[in-house]
């Protein structure tokens, strides 16, 4: 479809954990205006984490129509592309109804299933193929749990909640490679659903979705649906990927020597590869951005949640609180305390693994702890040295990452909630000994969705035309000093590690 240039919008959909955005871009990949939809996670036992489908697709319905608002008269929506969060997965029947609720990426009831496939034989083949490590996180375990716990139909259908939400669109249960790349299921080189890991759980491909490529286009929407949101009926629906690989796109990371980092409730470290490689040792995951395009990288439970946790639990009714709750104001004085704190927090080191250990070990039940403890230390240590430990399991990944590919970052893109404490982000520069980018647009994954549109409809040539448009909001470079300083308390980190998984 041909661009008038002003005027002219693309619409990405990023189906999150917490929230659906609806955000609208120019065809420069420029944010213009967002619209949010919050929806809740469901916890009933341990270990569980789930939402309701139908709530997450009206999330989608409502946020499309409001942003509308936002367009100019005369104005063109050119393509709605989606971005979702990975490694969901509900069951539906055959005409595409919800039998489950949709079990999120912390779900981890399937442990023991996971624990039990990773014994089997097959298991380091299916690694191989599928790029991902044999773990609770994967809907390979989380499905073989509903099918021994729930009574499903033979032709039960396992799906994404991204699958869930393009059927009701279209009308069509479909899969990108990108949202595929993450189940533990699919062959990341030949894409298609891997025989070996289907027949461990004794499905089918007629069991999953039709799986199709990440700039694929539909333009055939459900009538009903086309009256809701008020879009023109051929408008073209860019099935788009998963989030993680996507956001490496949106933050501007095409270079084989520019990792991506996100630090929201969990936090991962990406990088951009342009061929199919997979970890020897097994301990990173590699996922499909785009045809010929991968992501190689980890991902670690203890992000901000931890973060948020300690200061919950430690600061919470401090004078410092917004009077509508607000956690704003209560990070700015957490900065200033840990500010006033010397690199290192005087030795006090933090193991941040409070809900298991991730990426590069995958070990659930590794929990966190502080060593260390005297009487020199005050909050602001311990919250120095618990965004210390954070920052230390993401580099943990970053070292997985060097190691197995040979080679070093000249620059790290970092987005999240974090990117909002200058402390952070000087810790994350000094830690890596690398510099920190901070770009101007925060929300990555819709951007890379964005950018993918853009490129489907031919409206630019390829996804890195766009690196140059990629604006920088913030940069901070490194201490030598303190980077090596940091090296240092780095080894006593990871032998203090092998104390705290014995616990």
Excluded at 126 to 144: E, M
Excluded at 268 to 286: F, H, N, Q
Excluded at 416 to 427: A, E, F, H
């Amino acid at each position: 479809m041909p661009s008038n240039g002003v005027g002219d919008f693309i619409l990405s959909i990023d189906i999150g954990t917490s929230a659906t955005k609806a955000t609208l871009f120019d065809t420069d990949a420029k944010q213009v205006a967002i619209v949010r939809k919050h929806y809740p996670i469901h916890a009933p036992h341990k270990g569980w984490s789930e939402q309701e489908p139908k709530v997450i697709f009206d999330a989608v319905l409502g946020a499309i129509r409001e942003i509308t608002d936002f367009l100019p008269e005369s104005s063109r929506v050119l393509g709605v592309s989606f971005s979702s969060q990975l490694y969901s997965v509900l069951a539906v029947d055959a005409d595409g109804k919800a039998l489950t609720n949709s079990l999120t990426w912390s779900d981890i009831r399937s442990a023991e299933i996971a624990q039990s496939i990773s014994q089997c034989p097959e298991a380091q083949g299916i690694y191989q193929r599928t790029g991902c490590p044999i773990d609770a996180i994967y809907p390979l375990a989380k499905i073989q749990w509903l099918k021994e716990n729930v009574e499903l139909p033979e032709n039960t259908k396992f799906i994404s909640i991204k699958e869930y939400v393009i059927f009701r669109l279209i009308g069509r249960l479909v899969a990108d490679w990108s949202i595929a790349s993450a189940t533990g299921l699919f062959n990341i080189k030949e894409h298609h659903w891997d025989k070996t890991a289907l027949s461990l759980l004794s499905i089918t491909p007629a069991n999953l979705s039709e799986l199709v490529p990440p700039r694929h286009i539909f333009t055939k929407w459900n009538q009903e649906i086309i009256d809701l949101i008020g879009l023109p009926p051929d408008t073209p629906l860019i099935i788009g990927g998963g989030d993680g690989p996507l956001a490496s796109i949106g933050v501007g990371a095409y270079s084989t020597a520019t990792l991506a980092v996100n630090v929201g409730t969990s936090a991962a470290a990406r990088l951009i590869i342009y061929e199919a490689k997979v970890d020897p040792e097994g301990s990173l995951w590699t996922y499909v951005v785009d045809e010929d395009l991968w992501v190689i990288g980890g991902i670690v439970s203890s992000g901000g949640i931890v973060y948020d946790w300690f200061l919950k639990n430690f600061f919470s009714g401090i004078e410092e609180t917004e009077d509508d709750g607000s956690t704003k104001r209560v990070h700015e004085y957490a900065d200033r305390l840990a500010s006033a704190v010397p690199p290192g927090a005087e030795n006090l080191i933090f193991i941040p693994y409070l809900g298991g250990e991730q990426c590069p070990v995958w070990r659930p039940h590794t929990r966190g702890s502080f060593f260390g403890l005297d009487f020199r230390h005050n909050r602001g240590h311990f919250i120095r040295a618990v965004l210390e430990g954070i920052t230390r399991s993401i580099y943990r990944i970053s070292e997985s990452m060097q190691s197995m590919l040979n080679g070093q970052f000249n620059e790290i893109r970092v987005t999240g909630g974090l990117t909002s404490s200058p402390l952070w982000l000087q810790i994350a520069a000094d830690m890596f000994g690398t510099p920190i980018v901070v770009p101007e647009s925060a929300e990555g994954s819709a951007r890379g969705a964005a950018i993918l549109a853009i490129v489907s409809l031919g409206l630019r040539s390829n996804i890195e035309e766009f690196a140059d448009l990629t604006v920088t909001w913030k940069r901070v470079d490194p201490r030598e000093e303190i980077h090596a300083y940091y090296q240092e308390q780095y080894q006593t980190f990871k032998k203090l590690l092998d104390c705290a998984r014995s616990f």
